[in-house]
């Protein structure tokens, strides 16, 4: 199983970025999707997640209204849309498969990507 994640880069406040990541050895269709960041120093926190069942979306709190999370399961590609940046949003952010639901647990997903860069300048 391997998720390629990509799309990150440095962009100022307020601007947006699209990462995506790509899927490829497993059923991705049957899979919820996640995407967690890391910032060194802090814990790994969950960001959002899409389920494979009726597309049902969960976001944390601090990013509601400004990321979406969206999936093609004809490219075995989830996305994560992000909007009106902010400096807080600075980390490295991957990509992971669960064959649950979709939950914010990080304890729920079975694979995870490389990770890729966010940066985002004041």
């Known amino acids: 199983v391997q998720l390629q994640a990509s799309g990150g880069g440095l962009v100022q406040a307020g601007g947006s970025l699209r990462l995506s990541c790509v899927v490829s050895?497993?059923?991705?269709?049957?899979?919820?999707m996640g995407w967690f960041r890391h910032t060194p120093g802090k814990e790994r926190e969950f960001v959002a997640a899409?389920?494979?069942?009726?597309?049902?979306?969960l976001y944390t709190n601090s990013v509601k209204g400004r990321f979406t999370i969206s999936r093609d399961n004809n490219m075995n590609t989830v996305y994560l849309q992000m909007n009106s940046l902010k400096p807080e949003d600075t980390a490295v952010y991957y990509c992971?498969?669960?064959?649950?639901?979709?939950?914010?647990?990080?304890?729920?997903?079975?694979?995870w990507g490389q990770g890729t860069q966010v940066t985002v300048s004041s």
């Open positions: 992971a498969s669960s064959g649950g639901l979709g939950a914010s647990r990080s304890s729920e997903y079975d694979y």
């Open positions: 899409i389920s494979w069942i009726d597309d049902r979306t």
């Open positions: 050895g497993l059923s991705f269709s049957n899979y919820a």
